[in-house]
């Protein structure tokens, strides 16, 4: 866990209590409501009392009947109590939860993709939805709490006020509940943050099972993924087991604890009875007073463990909502320079899971306006470290990258990020139209300016092929279209941005010949304007680049032209007769 986290991490009653700031009003309503329905259930002692004791004498009759109408008025203000309570209650738990779910998601884009690199997204995703879930009971939970602890204090001033030493006995019996109470809350905490975690777990590996579901079934791994998915499954049920163990525990000893008081009242009352200290109506209305006040301690401790057990999902989520950014401007950010020129000097990266090796280690290097420049190697040597260092996406050891002769660390993130757009490997397409993905570089391009950067893509022309245009939905990923579609709508979207530096991370090492071509004559129109930099595994991509950089175990080993490298002789020419090679082995299996 990083500091930031260890930092957030929280889940204390005061933590919760603090979220119904802004809902306060309602939750008061609400709060109102559910303890009408409690009040008004405690005049029904004393109704049934004068019942009692009027009927037993003659002409109590028409008494009777006004008796039966209150207590059927009662009821009809209980009912709509109820039912305000119910509303008001789910009404503001649901807001409460959406707002922090926002928060959360709002805390975590503030995060760099760093971050994210050790941690899963099906984890997170759950901790939004089933924790944020479990979350919304807290309010009810709350509710009913506060308005049963009215109650219970009501509830004991009337025995006092009905049967003086009998409530003596029955208060013998309150320091019992609360030490079960107290044992059983850290308990149920903590098994609670267990089955959180345990149900995070699940979902975590059943995420990486459907973002991997092709190569899974490729490699025939479908019953070893089940299995490993089933063990998860089985750690819930074993964490659910001991939490529902303990539950079963506590509220037996509850009931046990309540049943007692009642075996007091009925031992001690009817000797009252007996001795007529206590009138029949007197001793009905202290039982039902009895019932009331253990139902009112058993409700609060009820309520108070399920709150103590929702702290963990609690924790969880302000865990993430807590996050301390790291992707943040500097305090007063620099105009952006006009220049597009990239200096990269001296610059050391070592990502925090291998601090020993660094991904990068002095590399010096320069993309000046109108040039395109390819950084080729082998994979791992710290290309792409490169691209996320010059996004700011990871934090360099030490060095500097300068654009326009400004360290990107005192430009604005989005003036940095609207400067420079990359198009990535594996392009990521959102499950919507092909025109809203372009358009997702820039939300308020117009129409000709999405079509004019699909015409600079070599996109425009397969779109307008199809059956509904820019309005075709690509599906999830992407799967409606090809490789090369993909990647020149991706390439698309980054052109409409009209940024200075243009970076393609291996876009073409899985293209056709054709889509690569497309993409590669969009690249030179590019760069003769601007400035791009290339990463590439096809070698032939880059052969007509400005200056190649050999990158190695996180070095710059050469720097050149294509022809001034093969005639060095040494490393990158030795990766063109790999490439070459593996290229003629390929064409010879291929022949009939």
Request: net charge neutral; hydrophobic share 45%; charged share 20%.
């Amino acid at each position: 866990m990083s500091e930031s986290e260890r930092g957030a991490r929280r889940g204390s009653m005061r933590d919760m209590l603090a979220l119904y700031r802004d809902q306060l009003p309602l939750f008061a309503l609400g709060t109102f409501l559910t303890l009408l329905g409690r009040l008004v259930a405690m005049a029904f002692p004393a109704i049934v009392a004068a019942a009692v004791d009027w009927g037993l004498h003659e002409g109590g009759g028409q008494l009777l009947v006004w008796l039966s109408l209150s207590l059927l008025g009662l009821i009809v203000v209980r009912m709509l109590a109820t039912w305000g309570s119910g509303y008001y209650s789910g009404l503001v738990g649901v807001r409460i939860v959406n707002e922090m779910r926002e928060n959360i998601l709002t805390a975590i884009m503030g995060m760099t993709p760093d971050w994210l690199r050790d941690r899963s997204p099906g984890e997170l995703v759950g901790r939004l939805a089933a924790d944020g879930a479990t979350v919304i009971r807290i309010t009810p939970s709350l509710m009913v709490a506060i308005a049963d602890c009215v109650k219970l204090v009501v509830g004991i001033a009337l025995l006092f006020l009905t049967a003086l030493e009998l409530a003596g006995w029955v208060l013998g019996i309150v320091p019992i509940v609360l030490v079960v109470v107290q044992v059983a809350a850290s308990a149920l905490r903590r098994r609670g943050h267990e089955l959180r975690d345990a149900e995070g777990a699940a979902s975590a590996r059943a995420e990486a099972i459907l973002s991997t579901f092709w190569t899974v079934k490729a490699f025939g791994r479908e019953e070893a993924e089940r299995a490993a998915y089933a063990e998860r499954l089985d750690e819930v049920e074993r964490s659910l087991g001991r939490y529902a163990n303990l539950m079963g525990v506590y509220q037996g000893a509850l009931i046990g604890a309540s049943s007692l008081v009642v075996v007091v009242v009925v031992w001690a009352g009817g000797n009252g009875l007996a001795d007529g200290q206590l009138t029949p109506g007197t001793l009905v209305a202290f039982l039902m007073y009895t019932f009331l006040v253990t139902e009112a301690a058993s409700s609060i401790s009820t309520q108070w463990g399920q709150m103590s057990a929702a702290q963990g999902s609690m924790a969880r989520v302000l865990e993430l909502a807590g996050l301390t950014p790291d992707d943040v401007d500097p305090p007063t950010p620099r105009p952006l320079p006009e220049s597009g020129e990239i200096e990269v000097t001296d610059l050391t990266v070592a990502y925090p899971s291998n601090p020993e090796t660094p991904a990068l280690a002095g590399v010096s290097l320069r993309v000046s306006r109108g040039e395109m420049v390819a950084l080729v190697g082998r994979s791992g040597a710290g290309k792409s470290t490169l691209v996320s260092a010059l996004l700011r996406f990871t934090r360099p050891r030490s060095g500097q990258i300068r654009l326009g002769g400004v360290d990107i660390a005192e430009l604005g993130r989005r003036d940095l990020r609207d400067a420079i757009a990359v198009v990535p490997q594996e392009p990521v397409l959102f499950p919507t139209t092909i025109g809203e993905n372009i358009r997702h570089g820039r939300a308020d391009a117009s129409q000709a300016e999405v079509e004019e950067a699909a015409r600079r893509a070599h996109a425009h022309d397969f779109i307008v092929g199809l059956p509904q245009g820019y309005d075709t939905l690509v599906g999830q990923r992407g799967e409606k279209l090809s490789g090369g579609q993909r990647q020149r709508i991706a390439l698309a979207r980054a052109l409409v941005t009209r940024p200075r530096i243009l970076v393609l991370d291996e876009a073409t090492s899985s293209l056709d010949a054709e889509s690569e071509a497309g993409i590669q004559a969009a690249l030179e129109e590019f760069a003769r304007a601007h400035s791009a930099l290339v990463i590439a595994h096809r070698l032939n991509t880059v052969k007509h680049a400005d200056r190649i950089y050999v990158f190695d175990e996180g070095r710059i080993v050469e720097a050149g032209t294509h022809a001034k490298l093969l005639g060095l002789g040494r490393f990158y020419r030795r990766l063109v007769s790999m490439q070459l090679h593996g290229a003629e082995q390929s064409e010879a299996a291929t022949r009939p």
